[in-house]
């Protein structure tokens, strides 16, 4: 088992920038690959970011891709998704998650509860 918990969330204006963090606890987290997701209001969770399990490989959705970068630090046992240039579409609750890397939700055996990030502008 993997515990999950996402922090990091809160208010935020439009063009600013918000870091999220994610810590894992239980079994190894190394051994793991990650990924945030997001869920806006009236929307289905949808894809960020992910990133194999020592860090060497990424990938993200075009949504975000050259503003979002998600990275790790398996020695804390922590997640990370910066976000730039926040804009109001980046508003939703933002899931981590642990298992196989890949774009589907169905990859990841874990979920944190989530974090809220609200973009105003």
């Known amino acids: 088992q993997v515990q999950l918990a996402e922090s990091g969330g809160g208010l935020v204006q439009a063009g600013d920038s918000r870091r999220l963090f994610c810590l894992a606890s239980?079994?190894?987290?190394?051994?793991?690959?990650m990924a945030w997701f997001r869920q806006a209001p009236g929307k289905e969770r949808e894809f960020v970011g992910a990133?194999?399990?020592?860090?060497?490989?990424?990938s993200y959705a075009d949504s975000v891709k050259g503003r979002f970068t998600i990275s790790r630090d398996n020695a804390r046992n922590e997640l990370y998704l910066e976000g730039n240039s926040l804009q109001r579409e980046d508003t939703a609750v933002y899931y981590c998650?642990?298992?196989?890397?890949?774009?589907?939700?169905?990859?990841?055996?874990?979920w944190g509860r989530g974090t809220q990030v609200t973009v105003s502008s």
């Open positions: 239980g079994r190894t987290f190394s051994i793991y690959g």
């Open positions: 990133i194999s399990w020592d860090g060497s490989r990424t």
């Open positions: 998650a642990a298992g196989k890397v890949g774009r589907r939700q169905d990859a990841y055996s874990y």
